[in-house]
């Protein structure tokens, strides 16, 4: 199966947001950095800027999002792999309404069983359900 722009994208987005956990770095430059070592296809760097540039500014409110989840898993115990799996999904579950829920969770367990554990895409789908399930809940409330 051939892997779409925005599935390659958020692969290409995990790295990124890894390497900068990695080095405690989400700098401009640091992004800017990346980006000069690592070639991103022309069908992919648009979605994958749009998800990095979104996400760094908000990662504070979705690490706490993620542990409010994630039963008694501290965000700095998880894997990169999974914790930034998850960033993405959550980002994209809070803030890009024109994605599917269940499109951002499927995506981030693909990424979990690609690059993480054995575990990690049943780990990422615990949490996330978890918090798919509030969003819907509160979505009821709020409508």
């Known amino acids: 199966m051939e ?60 690490d706490a999002f993620i542990e409010r989840f994630s039963a008694n898993w501290k965000i700095s115990r998880m894997s990169g792999v999974d914790r930034n799996a998850m960033r993405i999904a959550v980002y994209e579950m809070l803030y890009r309404k024109d994605i599917p829920i269940k499109v951002s969770i499927n995506e981030a367990i693909n990424l979990g069983k690609k690059f993480g554990a054995e575990e990690s895409g049943a780990f990422i789908n615990g949490i996330l359900d978890s918090v798919r399930i509030a969003l819907e ?5 709020a409508g």
């Open 3 to 62: 892997t779409t722009p925005r599935s390659k994208a958020r692969e290409i987005t995990l790295q990124a947001l890894f390497c900068m956990d990695m080095r405690q770095d989400t700098s401009p430059e640091m992004l800017d950095l990346y980006c000069e070592n690592y070639t991103i296809s022309k069908k992919a760097f648009p979605f994958f800027l749009e998800l990095v540039k979104g996400i760094i500014p908000v990662i504070p409110e979705i």
């Open 137 to 141: 809940k509160k979505e009821k409330i």
